[in-house]
């Protein structure tokens, strides 16, 4: 007798009850469905619009503080800046690429010339070598030019996700979401985007950010957690969102901002 096939090989008529459509989910060892529903959040989507509304007119503008003039040395500054500040990768790469700002004149200068350049960074003796390493790769397979999808830019050494996202905003003017230490946490204290994982902040910032204010909601999250929102002490009372934050770690209630007046906020 023939086997009767599993629920994920039954084909379902374009016609039949959503019910019917929905995909059969996988149980646990419990016998429990597997949670797929984001988080519940403590704000409302009026809020949520309210917070990036009070970010735009705060920076209208806002831009990386990694220096670099192509796209290939903002991959190269992203890159060294992991585990390390953007003041610091500044002052090593701005006679780096000087000397450099192309793979093969990276290539050219050599693992051990890199090293010199970066060696006040932190992990330099690694970073030299990705430098290298993403340098080869970009010539080999990509003709020295940087590639402008996430699924080949994680592909070169010493590039991950977060990397990926930020040159695909700033060198391609996608509308990405990097999550670095300063969102992470932004997403987690304000309880606004909470996730055990960057990824999992990403996709719930993802989720809730209003489509007009994507572009530039990575930069605005990410000043906000350097200067304001910081992580020993948060600094509420000049916070332009205090009112509205739901944070357990808020040091004081703040009635609203004029945020009509930019100069009263920045």
């Known amino acids: ?33 597997p ?8 704000y409302s989507k009026e809020e949520i619009h309210e ?17 670099h003039v192509n796209p290939f040395t903002l991959v190269v500054a992203v890159a060294l800046s992991a585990q390390a500040t953007d003041a610091g990768v500044n002052k090593a790469t701005r006679a780096l690429f000087a000397a450099a700002d192309t793979p093969e004149k990276m290539l050219a200068l050599g693992e051990d010339k890199v090293r010199d350049y970066i060696k006040t960074i932190g992990l330099y003796r690694n ?15 990509f003709g020295g030019h940087v590639p402008r999808t996430r ?27 990097a999550v670095d230490t300063h969102v992470f946490r932004i997403g987690n204290r304000l309880r606004i985007a ?21 572009f530039h909601a990575h930069h605005w999250l990410i000043l906000h957690g350097r200067y304001c929102c910081k992580a020993r002490k948060p600094e509420c009372e000049r916070c332009v969102i205090a009112d509205i934050c739901k944070s357990k770690e808020k040091t004081t209630d703040v009635p609203a901002p004029l945020v009509e007046l930019p100069e009263q906020i920045i």
């Open 1 to 33: 007798m023939e086997k009767p096939k599993s629920p994920k090989h039954v084909k379902v008529s374009p016609l039949a009850p959503k019910a019917l459509k929905k995909p059969v989910q996988a149980k646990t060892a419990a016998g429990r469905k």
């Open 35 to 42: 949670a797929t529903r984001r988080p519940r959040i403590p």
């Open 51 to 67: 917070i990036f509304r009070r970010f735009s007119i705060q920076r209208p503008e806002p831009k990386g503080e990694l220096e």
């Open 127 to 141: 970073k030299a070598k990705n430098v290298i390493a993403l340098s080869q790769k970009l010539v080999d397979d």
């Open 151 to 177: 699924e080949e830019l994680v592909t070169l050494p010493g590039v991950g996700r977060k990397t990926a996202n930020v040159v695909m905003s700033m060198a391609f003017g996608e509308p990405t979401l």
């Open 194 to 214: 909470p996730g055990k994982t960057p990824d999992e902040v990403e996709a719930a910032f993802l989720a809730i950010i209003p489509e007009e204010y994507l």
